[in-house]
């Protein structure tokens, strides 16, 4: 029985790498970090001259960076970011356009791999698919200033909830004392939206969650070491100098893109495995029924 089981684990990983292979992830993930990091800049100007409408100040917004931004990254962001609270708000209509275009491309990208991964085609005409892409990334934007507006403003948040509703005061005092988590709540939650609305195809919320959430996971341990890593062997700052920054985010964005379409690829394939599965238990039932009725018949 050991034996048969572990043939099975084995026939499965070695199913599941076939399935990558011949869905070319790697490629599709390039494809979309390619423009993501075309959009990285002016995406970063148009949040934070947004940002600049709404109460959180240059101060609020260093302490999230420095609390959520890998060591190494810091310094590129904050000077983007420094930049732009020092200059007016012009720079919003040019870079959003801009940003848009390029990161509605980089979503497209996404589909395009997702789709391929779910084996869909693409039946949305070209200029609907644009429209949502870049719809999807401008609601990306806004759920990330209100996530920030929640981590900045949470501790007052907490402290009206403690006076009025002491008890529900307690958890949200517990969930914003625990960062980690709610980065990994919020990847959690991207990731499913994202699984289930980008692919041109219908699927239930609840059959993207282990590809979510193992996804997640690993996302949140990647980030974790590649800062890790960056900051006690510095020999690659050395050898790139001042651009050793962009390549760092480069490099990050092209693995977290592979590890997103990793994710849709676990769920497509091990939904295509519990329906194979499913066939079979409904087959052996309806052999024993079969033989059952067989028998009742032949004992009249």
């Known amino acids: 029985m050991e034996k048969k089981s572990e ?34 800049i002016p995406f970063v100007l148009v949040l934070t001259a947004l940002v600049q409408y709404t109460p959180l100040t240059y101060r609020m917004l260093r302490q999230v960076i420095i609390g959520f931004v890998p060591d ?55 200029l609907t698919n644009r429209l949502y892409s870049m719809l999807y990334m401008f609601l990306f934007i806004i759920a990330i200033i209100t996530s920030l507006l929640l981590l900045v403003m949470g501790n007052r948040i907490h402290a009206e909830l403690i006076v009025h509703m002491p008890l529900l005061g307690k958890v949200v005092g517990r969930i914003l004392s625990a960062k980690t988590f709610l980065v990994f709540v919020v990847l959690f939650l991207v990731f499913l939206v994202l699984y ?19 996804i ?50 676990l769920n497509a394939y091990f939904e295509k495995q519990f329906r194979q599965a499913q066939y079979t238990v409904w087959q052996q039932i309806k052999k024993l029924l079969d033989r059952f009725f067989a028998l009742w018949h032949h004992k009249e």
């Open 72 to 126: 190494n990254l810091q310094d590129f962001v904050l000077k983007i970011i420094a930049e732009v609270f020092s200059k007016s708000a012009a720079v919003v209509p040019i870079s959003g356009l801009f940003a848009l275009w390029s990161s509605g491309k980089g979503m497209q990208s996404l589909i395009a791999g997702l789709n391929v991964i779910y084996h869909v085609k693409e039946t949305r005409n070209w």
């Open 7 to 40: 043939k099975g684990t084995i026939a499965l990983i070695l199913g599941f790498i076939k399935r990558m292979q011949e869905d070319h992830i790697g490629a599709y993930a390039a494809q979309a970090a390619y423009f993501l990091i075309m959009s990285f």
């Open 196 to 214: 289930r609305y980008l692919p041109n195809r219908k699927a239930s919320l609840k059959s993207q969650v282990p590809g979510a959430f193992i």
């Open 216 to 265: 997640a996971v690993a996302w949140s341990l990647f980030s974790y070491f590649f800062s890790f890593y960056f900051t006690f062997f510095p020999n690659f700052s050395n050898m790139y100098g001042s651009l050793s920054a962009l390549i760092m985010v480069m490099l990050w964005l092209y693995v977290c893109m592979n590890l997103l379409l990793y994710g849709a690829e």
